[in-house]
């Protein structure tokens, strides 16, 4: 096969790349080179550089960060906190992602950017907002105040700030997924007398169940490391309303490095933990698709 590069595979000839515009081997070598560099450079040096910091005056201090009232305070949040907020966030991306892909409305362009919102709102700007509806002197701060319901620095605004910043993450994953579906599957199972219940759980939901289940690692990975909307909302009240990344701002910014960096390497084991899954998940989902496909 003229100007192509054939590979014969069980009496079958597979077309790849034309040889006019594959890359001579020092180019392939140079940009695998910059791409490692770079990863490197910005990447695991700086995740080496928090372990090293953090066993810096050995393992007796770095543990002893953990046993901290405060820390275990801010561990204990951070855990309540996406413990709240991701089943909201897949409650809302399934139905968000059923409503766009199995139904025509009007609204529909702009429920997807509504979707994307928090992806172009600062944390910040969001944490603000909330101040403004719900603090003291916000919109329903009187009426919060009279009937003694506290919202900003406490829970309930560090919950709704991270639900914020975390709704797209579910939704995102499944659009895409069940446009390329279709609804093929769910009419077959109406003709056969199914009901709408039936269909989500013994049709719908085991054709999304990978992107489900990517959807939710990356919204709880953000859920647990979100710092500026939470910072706004929290008061960053000692042993009540700090979050991890709040507890290790404190403690940079009073010199208690060794504390700091202990804390942060949970955060770095919590996102090491995330990406062997989001892998283990990817590698589960593809294999699927390939056994699908045979």
Request: hydrophobic share 55%; net charge positive.
């Amino acid at each position: 096969m003229a100007g192509y590069v054939a590979t014969v595979k069980a009496g079958s000839v597979t077309r790849e790349r034309p040889r006019h515009i594959t890359e001579p081997t020092v180019v392939k070598w140079i940009l695998i080179g910059i791409a490692i560099l770079f990863l490197g450079s910005l990447l695991v040096l700086p995740l080496v550089s928090v372990f090293v910091e953090a066993f810096r005056k050995g393992s007796e201090v770095y543990f002893n960060a953990f046993s901290d009232p405060d820390a275990a305070a801010a561990i204990r949040l951070t855990l309540l906190t996406a413990g709240i907020a991701v089943p909201l966030n897949v409650v809302f991306g399934l139905a968000a992602a059923w409503a766009i892909t199995k139904f025509q409305f009007r609204g529909k362009n702009l429920l997807i950017t509504l979707i994307d919102l928090p992806f172009a709102v600062s944390p910040v700007i969001s944490g603000l907002i909330y101040v403004l509806l719900f603090g003291a002197k916000g919109w329903f701060g009187p009426w919060l105040g009279e009937h003694d319901i506290k919202i900003i620095f406490a829970l309930p605004g560090i919950v709704l700030a991270t639900v914020f910043v975390t709704f797209p993450f579910v939704a995102r994953e499944l659009i895409p997924l069940m446009q390329a579906q279709g609804v093929q599957e769910e009419e077959a199972a109406v003709t056969l007398g199914a009901k709408g219940w039936r269909i989500f759980w013994k049709v719908t939901v085991p054709n999304i169940k990978w992107g489900l289940l990517y959807g939710i690692i990356l919204c709880n990975a953000r859920a647990m490391g979100e710092f500026g909307a939470v910072s706004v909302v929290s008061g960053h009240i000692r042993g009540s309303t700090n979050t991890i990344p709040l507890h290790i701002q404190i403690m940079y910014n009073e010199y208690n490095f060794a504390g700091a960096f202990a804390m942060a390497s949970l955060l770095v084991l919590l996102a090491v933990v995330t990406l062997v899954v989001k892998a283990i998940v990817e590698w589960r989902f593809n294999r699927t698709q390939q056994q699908e496909g045979e």
